[in-house]
Nanobody
Framework: QVQLVESGGGLVQAGGSLRLSCGAS???????MGWFRQAAGKEREFVAG????????YYTDSVKGRFTISRDNAKNTMYLQMNSLKPDDTAVYYC????????????????WGQGTQVTVSS
């Protein structure tokens, strides 16, 4: 099983940027990966996903053009570059690994990190 640890969250003003990282131990290169977020009082939602070989990426509509998901398999690390942040982006962000390699919103994500807090002030 792959173990995941997120980092890079923090407090940022609206319009600013953050880069989240997800470090993995165990099998990583063959997994599809994704970022999810959960705002206070709301359900967890899919944010972005990436296939095992980076040939496909997926984004929820609200972050398209602002967020970029990427991965470096040689470093066992996945990233989420977040630009033009909005207060509505405030949430705990989680990285996850799937069991198929596709990294789509409907993939079977079975390995999860503990989350990192992102707070965007207006």
């Amino acid at each position: 099983q792959v173990q995941l640890v997120e980092s890079g969250g923090g407090l940022v003003q609206a319009g600013g940027s953050l880069r989240l990282s997800c470090g993995a131990s165990g099998l990583f290169s063959g997994r599809g990966m994704g970022w999810f977020r959960q705002a206070a009082g709301k359900e967890r939602e899919f944010v972005a996903g990436i296939s095992w070989n980076s040939d496909s990426t997926y984004y929820t509509d609200s972050v398209k053009g602002r967020f970029t998901i990427s991965r470096d398999n040689a470093k066992n690390t996945m990233y989420l570059q977040m630009n033009s942040l909005k207060p509505d982006d405030t949430a705990v962000y989680y990285c996850a690994a799937d069991s198929t390699g596709r990294g789509t919103a409907r993939s079977d994500f079975r390995s999860w990190g503990q989350g990192t807090q992102v707070t965007v002030s207006s």
